[in-house]
């Protein structure tokens, strides 16, 4: 009776836009955290703390993302095994002050060993902010804005990518163009007053994972490993593509602040990137959309090899677009297709594949780069996968939309 009484007032939260609106917000905030200062802070200062702390290898530079990167696969794992236990926003606001206490342990990092512990933590607890985030944004929610809904939540991350420039430019500005560390912890301060609003501000729900992997499944549609294959290899198009991006730019002849700038427009355009996406696919297939998506960013792969550096800040745009757009349509996929109970754990486990995918590309990204002295041979690797991921997901079954 507890559980149904609070169902109820979820639904009927939910058809308040007041309330699921400021909901949203809290959730875009906190994937802001775990999917914007955790994931993208590297490739911004990637130079610097190669040249820093990494002794100019580039292959070393790759490993070290791929130990962020496999956090968080790990993080997927144990989430799948404690999503039982816990409801989802409770497991949201534990991964969220455990990422911001990996970030402030990147920025005090004395030497590479604890480097590597704090960037382990800093992606592997931010998979426990953002697998039962689509959870809870299900659950609060009405229906016919869900597409909506799951775009403000990745326009937080937009948000983060732009803050995560200009932070890095002020850094540079007032210290030296060599700082990194003060970067890491300004975010961290950050996010620990994100956790204080979701602290105070989010409620909870009736979402949470409940099924083994086995069980998630099952109750998603026969399309499932065409659906993980094809992420998988999105997964791989898109760690290849953002994680040498600043290194491409200035290898091409554009400057440090220019490259930051290009990067920060990423970011700037991911923020619509989500909403328009999402309500584009409310209107036709999401099929169609998230395949067209997929194929069009392994095509803006193609302007690094191609030595198309002109076009970069247009290239940047498109692909900030794409790039929530896509994530924004494959939560709306999932929830079309399995019961919303079943939200956050099918999300997990369909997301698993992105984190193997980003675990295994950027050592290869980072290896070609060092043996071929250039950064086409990545960026073609990063075409190649990005295409053939969109085809896949050409063969989907359709979903209700």
């Not at 095509?299 to 290239?315: K, R, W």
């Not at 349509?329 to 980003?358: E, K, N």
Request: hydrophobic share 50%; net charge positive.
């Amino acid at each position: 009776m507890v559980v149904e009484n609070r169902a109820a007032r979820v639904r009927r939260e939910a058809e308040t836009p007041g309330r699921w609106f400021g909901q949203v917000l809290i959730v875009a905030a906190c994937a802001a955290v775990s999917q914007g200062f955790a994931r993208f802070t590297y490739p911004f200062v990637l130079p610097q703390m190669t040249d820093d702390v990494l002794g100019g290898s580039y292959s070393a530079a790759g490993v070290l993302g791929a130990v962020n990167l496999g956090g968080y696969l790990a993080g997927l794992l144990l989430v799948t095994w404690i999503g039982s236990r816990l409801e989802s926003s409770r497991l949201l606001k534990i991964g969220l002050v455990l990422t911001c206490a990996g970030l402030a342990v990147v920025g005090l990092a004395p030497n590479y060993p604890v480097l590597v512990v704090g960037m382990a933590v800093t992606g592997g607890c931010s998979a426990a902010v953002w697998i039962p985030a689509a959870g809870v944004v299900a659950a609060r929610s009405p229906q016919r804005h869900r597409g909506v809904a799951f775009g403000i939540t990745t326009a937080g991350i937009g948000l983060s990518i732009v803050g995560i420039g200009i932070v890095a430019t002020a850094v540079h500005h007032w210290s030296a163009p060599d700082r990194w560390r003060e970067v890491w912890l300004v975010e961290a301060a950050l996010a620990a007053l994100i956790f204080v609003w979701a602290l105070a501000r989010l409620r909870s729900t009736t979402a949470g994972a409940r099924s083994t992997a086995r069980a998630r499944v099952r109750h998603l549609t026969r399309g499932f490993y065409r659906l993980f294959s094809s992420y998988f290899l999105y997964g791989a198009s898109f760690a290849l593509f953002t994680s040498y991006l600043m290194a491409a730019l200035q290898d091409g002849g554009l400057t440090q602040g220019a490259a930051a700038g290009t990067y920060g427009l990423l970011g700037l355009a991911s923020m619509a990137g989500g909403l328009v996406l999402g309500r584009l696919s409310d209107r036709l297939s999401r099929r169609a959309v998230l395949a067209g998506g997929i194929i069009g960013s392994g095509v803006l792969c193609l302007f690094v090899p191609l030595q198309f550096i002109g076009l970069a800040t247009p290239v940047a745009l498109a692909y900030g677009l794409l790039m929530t757009g896509i994530g924004s349509v494959l939560v709306a996929y999932i929830s079309d297709t399995v019961d919303m109970q079943h939200v956050p754990a099918t999300f997990g486990t369909v997301t698993m594949s992105l984190g193997i995918s980003q675990l295994i590309a950027p050592p290869i990204g980072g290896w070609l780069i060092d043996h071929t002295g250039g950064f086409a041979w990545t960026y073609a690797l990063a075409a190649a996968t990005g295409v053939a991921g969109g085809l896949i997901a050409m063969t989907l079954p359709r979903a209700r939309s």
